[in-house]
């Protein structure tokens, strides 16, 4: 797609990388067949290609509107667009860029800011949002039904292990995770406990930054980043293989730290070592495929069959490229998995999609629901944080982490 970048971002870095992917884009429109907003709306605009044009028109120095922002607000950043493009546009890197010039051209006003606001000032201290969880949840009964379906109801996480292996690895707390579902981590330390690794959470950790980076505060993103960075580096000299993240919407971003923070002297490298350094728990625990095969081996069978629709977060398929992999640890645990239609695509809860967009995300949460509940499972697996609220929000079922089912497998509880 040929573009004439204009003054105000022709020499900018953030240009010059938009205008290479600009390039690619060959308008052929396979992207808007796997598109869910295209799908619920059927408008071009609602699209990837229809989306692409806007930020394009926005780089050549037409100034945006609120059609444009609200077209470019309404896609998930799911990246199934990416999956399907034969040309290898990296559509949500432009949109980032896309997105961030919008922001500073037309700066958000009224209802929308005050939200905007209020979210990335909440949700990524768990200081502020534990204590806040741990409040609705005492009050969980009297709250209204919409509050209330987004309060979980308190989950008891269990024990973290304290053998000491010479193996070590990180683990990622996050933000809003440890307060809703602290049972995540806890599991994934166990299972990693028997796999002989020893995984630390460090305290000075907290959210990965992706709060406030899609929330266009690009820079507070960078500082959450720095600040991980920070509290992780003395383990990483001292010999931690990797940094184990639960949530696949994390993941995704973490493993973006090099380039998020390639510009920053005092940064750059260490940031790049620690993208490096970050994996999905499925990674992790699918690289220790002999050692997992002798603990299935020696571990009580499933007393009975337990049937898993699973959903794969866009973050894990499309943002890191790791569809199949939990999939396959839990059939190699003997659960059954069921056919599940149209798995790529997103079930709406994207980041803080689900509470910004919520209309949208409400439907796109029913047709994955259909999809997943087709083959009448017992349970329903995910991976991320993020996707496992929204949907239990509406589920008959059970939404539960993946690797929590392969930890009560690994301990005769499942
Ligand atoms: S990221 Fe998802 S919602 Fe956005 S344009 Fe691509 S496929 Fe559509
Ligand atoms: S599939 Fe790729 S090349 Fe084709 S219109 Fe979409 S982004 Fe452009």
Not at 384 to 390: A, K, Q, R
Request: hydrophobic share 40%; proline share 6%; aromatic share 4%.
């Amino acid at each position: 797609m040929e573009t004439h970048l204009a003054d105000f971002v022709r020499h900018a870095e953030a240009g010059r990388e938009a205008e290479d992917i600009l390039r690619k884009c060959v308008h052929c429109g396979f992207c808007t067949a796997t598109c869910p907003t295209y799908q619920l709306f059927g408008d071009e605009l609602d699209g990837p290609r229809g989306r692409i044009y806007l930020i394009k028109q926005v780089l050549e120095g037409v100034q945006p509107t609120e059609k444009t922002r609200l077209h470019l607000d309404r896609c998930l950043t799911c990246r199934s667009c990416e999956t399907t493009c034969p040309s290898g546009v990296r559509y949500g890197r432009l949109l980032d860029i896309g997105r961030e010039i919008v922001a500073a051209k037309l700066p958000r006003t009224g209802v929308d800011a005050v939200m905007r606001k209020a979210l990335k000032s909440l949700l990524p201290r768990p200081g502020l949002f534990g204590p806040a969880m741990k409040l609705g949840q005492a009050f969980r009964p009297l709250l209204p039904a919409a509050l209330k379906a987004k309060v979980p109801a308190p989950q008891t996480a269990g024990s973290w292990p304290t053998t000491s292996h010479p193996r070590r690895m990180l683990a990622l707390a996050g933000c809003v995770q440890p307060a809703m579902l602290p049972a995540i981590n806890v599991a994934t330390a166990r299972v990693l406990d028997k796999l002989g690794i020893s995984l630390i959470e460090d305290p000075k950790a907290g959210c990965c930054g992706a709060v406030r980076h899609h929330l266009d505060d690009v820079e507070g993103g960078r500082d959450d980043a720095r600040r991980n960075i920070d509290a992780w580096w003395p383990y990483i000299e001292t010999g931690c293989e990797a940094i184990v993240v639960t949530a696949s919407g994390c993941g995704v971003h973490v493993k973006d730290y090099g380039h998020l923070l390639k510009d920053d002297q005092r940064y750059a490298a260490r940031a790049e070592r620690v993208a490096a350094l970050a994996r999905d728990v499925s990674e992790v625990v699918a690289a220790e495929n002999g050692r997992l095969a002798a603990l299935l081996g020696v571990s009580p069978r499933l007393t009975f069959p337990v049937r898993i629709a699973f959903h794969s977060p866009c973050t894990l398929q499309h943002g890191q490229k790791l569809g199949g992999v939990a999939e396959s640890l839990l059939s190699r645990a003997g659960f059954e998995l069921t056919p599940v239609a149209d798995g790529h695509l997103c079930c709406g809860s994207a980041g803080t999609y689900s509470v910004l967009q919520a209309e949208i995300a409400g439907r796109l949460r029913e047709n994955k629901l259909a999809a997943l509940g087709a083959g009448r499972p017992d349970v329903i697996a995910s991976a991320n944080v993020g996707c496992i609220t929204h949907l239990q929000e509406a589920s008959g079922v059970p939404v539960r982490h993946w690797v929590e089912l392969i930890d009560e497998r690994l301990r005769g509880a499942a």
